[in-house]
């Protein structure tokens, strides 16, 4: 499940973020829509978890206390996950439905249960969409970003569009293979690629 | 100090101060004000008569040192409603009353006149004012003149222009340490203070302290009980983004009722989650994490400022930005905030409001999305009191009526907020059987079973789930006696030390011998006493009903609809 070692034979081009002292953290919100893994069959939750920087066992078994597999919460880091479904973690969430939907939640019964079920199409795909929230995204997202994460191009232009105010600080250079980006309100991502490696320089300062 | 009870009748304009009656020594917060509204006041009058009563009520707990025991409650017969109501929120008043020796404020009859007034409560007693300075004036404004009237010190309870209007979704403001207002929103209570023509309520500072029977015991309950708040792993994310840390889960969940209900995803949740809430709130140089009353130490509250890192609102809750954001489409956190801050100052009830809005949108009154629309329909209609505004100003239902709109999402006239009850079934029983309309505060995730309700039957079944949500709300209305802000109930649920060191607090600070049993026989009292004055009014179990639509219309991504069968709603009741 290592992605940079599934890059080589999926080859895509390379947007490299380099963050400004100190900011590396504030990139969490580009995981809140989602990144893709390689994924050719059906395999433990856990198992891809394992595969990432950054999520070691005690961490996942400790932290993550939300689960939605295509928008069903479920109990269990040993559930199946598949190609094309979308995973979503988070950390424990207050209100009755953050209990509701907590892992285990003792309030779980109060649910609406639609079935999980391995679609039969599930072989089509070749990725599944993994979405990070709030304290999970914050711990993770520079192990992630340093060994680079596989985002689509409309998720990838969205979230520069949207922090088109915010980058000027964030950032200090954005560089697609060789060629900086300029880091204004329209940064133009190539049309014609639908599959980026989104990655930042290691920035020890940072961490 | 000797706690007392502060009677202010309007309709001669006297005010007396009374005993504590026995039968209500142990009561605070919620318990205390349904109780006074259960025993004083007519169920069938009309809300905004003569008949109705206004009572204020700090916490159990309120004025001690007690971490996040900061909350005022504040009751009456809803106007947006017609049932019982309580409605509670944070700000300095609580402290401060109960400080004073306030355990109730009761307001009642009507004044003659046009007249306006406001009241000033001390050390002495309360005395009346007529007042011409505020009328008319937003919250903030209020509260700036107030400030500069007295000192920055004095506790503000106030009413906007809505309350003065009387609008049902009208709310009641109470300021905060930084100035800033918090809200007992919902339910209209402010029509009702503005029905008295109080105009608001001035706190005087004192140095007077509550008194603690056994000190030693309540600084090391109070000790283990801040503890297990501090090491939560929910206080951690609350205070990082707020509660609206939650649109993403619940758009992920299928459950983030979105243009007008008619989804549960919500395709700009990302523009407005907690998460890009937070980044933009550091880079504006606002406060991520802030509290509501002094003492609290989640601090689920924030500052969010504008473009110009100017201030625009605080305690920006998950509700209100659902309410403004996914159910009207509206995917720009500016205009939401901007909105939020102009409700805040008319004085209306964010979800009731933004909710109303939503109604009016699919009405035709403004494309969904549109943001600047809203808040220049809340500036020049709302605010004014023109037709129109008076119509979006009492509430969902009335705009669903003055617009011809049958997707119209309340329970007992007051809007659903945040969670869709199709895809999360069991938040839909409490909104179908709350005493007080759809409310998601009624039925909160508190440890059932150290409080002795835990479940007896299949939690799977319709049955167990109404049982739950039944337990739930017993221990949600003992809570909400304690003047403990709800966010405790994280730590209650994870810590099996924190409940009863909230027992604890509670038994040194009257020297009471008080049991979890007895505080699920508070709530279930509080409960009982809400429901038979429901049932007095006019109610029956045909009003534990959500609408029509949610039977019929599947909601997207997961296709599901409300399938609770009444005979099980019904259920609730048999306790
Ligand atoms: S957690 Fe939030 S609502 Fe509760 S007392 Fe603190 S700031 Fe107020």
Not at chain 1, 166 to 187: C, E, F, G, H, V
Not at chain 2, 224 to 245: C, E, M, R
Not at chain 2, 494 to 515: H, Q
Request: with cysteine; aromatic share 6%; proline share 6%.
């Amino acid at each position: 499940m290592d992605t940079v070692n599934r890059m080589k034979t999926t080859p895509c081009p390379t947007i490299t973020l380099i963050p400004a002292p100190g900011q590396s953290k504030r990139l969490a919100t580009l995981l809140q829509r989602g990144f893709l893994i390689p994924c050719a069959e059906p395999i433990p939750l856990e198992t891809v978890l394992l595969g990432l920087p950054g999520f070691t066992r005690e961490y996942i078994h400790n932290r993550i206390e939300t689960i939605f597999i295509n928008g069903t919460a479920a109990d269990s880091l040993a559930q199946s996950v598949w190609p094309g479904c979308t995973v979503a973690l988070s950390a424990a969430m207050p209100g009755l439905a953050g209990a509701i939907f907590r892992k285990g939640g003792p309030h779980a019964s109060l649910r609406t249960p639609p079935p999980v079920s391995l679609p039969a199409d599930h072989n089509r795909h070749e990725f599944l969409t993994l979405k990070l929230f709030n304290l999970v995204a914050d711990d993770c997202v520079q192990p992630l970003l340093n060994r680079g994460i596989l985002m689509r191009n409309p998720t990838l232009a969205r979230f520069f569009k949207n922090r088109a105010d915010q980058l000027p600080q964030i950032l200090t250079a954005i560089i697609l293979n060789r060629t900086p980006i300029p880091i204004n309100r329209a940064i133009q991502l190539p049309e014609n690629q639908d599959l980026f490696l989104v990655r930042t320089e290691s920035d020890t300062a940072d961490t | 100090m000797a706690e007392k009870i502060y009677r202010v009748n309007m309709t001669n304009l006297t005010t007396s101060t009374e005993p504590v009656p026995d039968k209500w020594l142990g009561l605070g917060g919620r318990g205390l004000t349904s109780t006074i509204v259960a025993e004083e006041v007519e169920p069938t009058c009309h809300p905004l008569g003569g008949k109705n009563k206004l009572v204020v009520a700090p916490g159990l707990l309120s004025g001690t040192v007690a971490a996040n025991s900061g909350r005022l409650s504040i009751g009456a017969k809803s106007p947006l409603t017609g049932t019982i109501k309580e409605a509670n929120s944070g700000g300095t008043a609580a402290q401060m009353l109960a400080k004073l020796g306030c355990k109730a404020l009761i307001i009642e009859g009507l004044p003659k006149g046009d007249a306006w007034y406001t009241l000033l409560i001390s050390e002495d007693g309360v005395t009346i004012q007529e007042e011409q300075e505020l009328v008319g004036k937003g919250n903030f404004d209020v509260v700036a003149t107030i400030g500069k009237r007295t000192d920055e010190k004095h506790g503000i309870i106030t009413i906007g222009p809505a309350g003065e209007m009387k609008l049902s979704a009208a709310n009641i403001s109470i300021k905060d340490p930084d100035s800033h207002l918090r809200s007992s929103g919902r339910g209209g209570l402010g029509a009702v203070m503005g029905s008295k023509r109080v105009k608001c309520i001035i706190i005087e500072p004192t140095d007077a302290k509550v008194e603690i029977v056994d000190q030693e015991k309540f600084t090391e309950a109070n000790r283990a009980f801040t503890k297990a708040l501090v090491d939560n792993p929910i206080s951690q994310a609350l205070g990082t983004y707020g509660t609206n840390v939650l649109v993403n889960i619940i758009n992920e969940a299928g459950a983030l009722p979105t243009r007008n209900f008619t989804s549960g995803q919500f395709d700009g949740h990302e523009e407005i989650s907690g998460e890009t809430m937070h980044d933009t709130i550091v880079e504006r140089a606002g406060k991520p994490k802030h509290n509501c009353h002094k003492g609290c130490v989640i601090q689920c509250s924030q500052i969010y400022n504008d473009k110009e890192k100017k201030y625009k609102t605080s305690g920006f809750e998950y509700e209100s930005i659902w309410a403004m954001g996914a159910d009207c489409c509206v995917d720009n956190l500016d205009h939401i905030a901007e909105a939020d801050h102009l409700m805040d100052d008319i004085g209306v009830d964010s979800i009731e409001t933004s909710v109303a809005m939503g109604v009016a949108m699919e009405g035709g009154l403004l494309e969904f999305g549109d943001g600047e629309g809203i808040c220049r329909i809340l500036r020049e209609d709302v605010a004014k009191g023109t037709p129109l505004g008076r119509i979006i100003g009492c509430g969902a239902a009335s705009v669903g009526r003055a617009f011809g709109v049958t997707r119209v999402p309340v329970v007992k006239n007051q809007a659903i907020p945040a969670y869709d009850p199709r895809a999360v079934k069991g938040i839909g029983i409490t909104y179908a059987t709350s005493t007080q309309g759809a409310d998601h505060t009624m039925g909160y995730t508190i440890a059932t079973n150290i409080l002795g309700v835990g479940g007896s039957v299949d939690p799977l079944s319709h049955e167990g789930q109404v049982e739950l949500s039944r337990n739930l709300q017993i221990a949600t209305a003992a809570i909400d006696s304690t003047g403990m802000c709800l966010f405790i109930a994280f730590a209650a649920l994870d810590d099996e030390k924190c409940l009863p060191a909230l027992v604890d607090m509670i038994n040194a600070r009257f020297g009471a011998d008080l049991t979890a049993d007895d505080v699920t026989n508070l709530g279930i009292s509080i409960l009982k006493t809400e429901r038979a004055f429901n049932e007095a009014a006019g109610f029956t179990n045909k009003d534990d009903r959500l609408p029509e639509f949610f039977y019929e219309e599947p909601i997207a991504p997961h296709n599901v609809v409300w399938d609770i069968p009444d005979e099980e709603l019904d259920k609730f009741w048999d306790f």
